[in-house]
């Protein structure tokens, strides 16, 4: 055991302890996590971009995630234009899983259509709610297949799509099409 | 001069490593893909669990800090082993109970509770509360219950999962052993690290910046947990 430090050293070591930790805290850690940035210096290194890629939406991510176009918080979904139409192509690497989202409010629709060239592929359509982090999400459907047709209404304001799995060892494209009130999120990274 | 010098450097080198690698790692729950095994399959699945929680251990900084405050002046083996014992004992418990009996606590909170242990064990090391209470509070003690509260957290990142009954207990027995095989793994080489440092003078030098480091790597994890609590929530 290290001997006992005095009054002065042990105050001061903690003192040292708090400015350290407010300070990385402050400047690097809640900028990056929470895009909270009170020193202005996490945007400046480009450390928020970070947070604004993060798959949990954070409630006053908005004006940044605009700025920067990396991401679409929901908050603008409800200037989203009804019964907006979009056609993607969306490729699965070989061996790899993605996930393909679209951000939406309580009680709205989306009618889609997808299919691949040809290979079935293990997918999951679901939602999680808006400022969940428990992890907790809903699977509106599940199964192996080549193409799939239909529409859902959400039932809770947040993030909705796909999670497609590719088992084979070529790159699959996807070509999706989907409308309804959605903004899109796109590629979860 | 000399070592203050290299003291202000060593504190900026840690923190660089605190602040911009550690905390890119699992912080809260699991991985992508160990997401997606988790969601795909049910019953027994020994090895993965396993795995999992192994993994969990070697990649979970908040964990590994506070052994290391542990380990900081612990010479004898038979000392380590009755210390990291408790440990496991504590969290064993709890993450076991936890999970059997559905036992939600707020992550963030509880990860909180966990930074509070790192910067309890650096303020104990740096003999704070021998100066503070004038006396030390029960080592052993503290140290089971703190596990009580690091094995709280696991069950709440694994609860996050809604695991399938179906062989909860081995899955959960087969996560647990994991978690023991990964913390045997990170402990002896933050020991081989440890025993060799001490070796050197610069040990007992930097006992105490290494401990108002760990004070603080602690700090920061109160902080960013409880943010999370406030923003998230």
Known sequence: ?189 | MFFRYHRIAMIIIACCFLGLTAFESIAHGVDDNTRLFLQQNTGIQFFPFLYIGAKHMVTGYDHLLFLLGVIFFLYKSKDILVYVSLFTLGHSITLLLGVIANLQVNAYLIDAIIGLSVVYKGFDNLGGFQRLLGVNPNAKLAVLIFGLFHGLGLATKLQEFQLPEEGLWTNLIAFNIGVELGQFAALTLILLVISFWRKFASFQYFSTASNTLLMSAGMMLIGFQLTGYFVMN
Not at chain 1, 40 to 57: E, V
Not at chain 1, 96 to 108: L, S, V
Request: avoid cysteine; glycine fraction near 8%; proline fraction near 3%.
């Open chain 1, 1 to 189: 055991m290290q001997h006992t430090l005095s009054n002065k050293a042990l105050l001061q070591a903690t003192l040292i302890a708090l400015v350290i930790a407010a300070t990385v805290l402050v400047s690097f850690i809640l900028p990056v996590e929470y895009n909270i940035d009170p020193t202005g210096l996490g945007t400046k290194l480009g450390l928020t971009a970070l947070a604004n890629t993060d798959s949990t939406i954070n409630t006053n991510a908005g004006d940044e995630a605009k700025e920067s176009g990396l991401t679409t918080p929901l908050n603008v979904a409800e200037n989203t234009n009804i019964d907006a139409t979009d056609i993607m192509h969306i490729i699965v690497p070989a061996n790899r899983g993605i996930e393909y989202k679209f951000a939406m409010q309580k009680f709205k629709k989306m009618t889609y259509q997808w299919q691949t060239e040809g290979t079935a592929l293990f997918f999951d359509l679901h939602g999680e709610p808006e400022g969940d982090t428990s992890g907790y999400y809903e699977s509106y459907a599940i199964t192996t297949a080549d193409e799939m047709k239909g529409s859902f209404t959400t039932p809770f304001a947040g993030v909705h799509g796909w999670y497609w799995k590719n088992t084979s060892d070529q790159e699959v494209t996807i070509k999706l099409t989907v409308s309804g009130e959605y903004t899109v999120i796109g590629l979860k990274k």
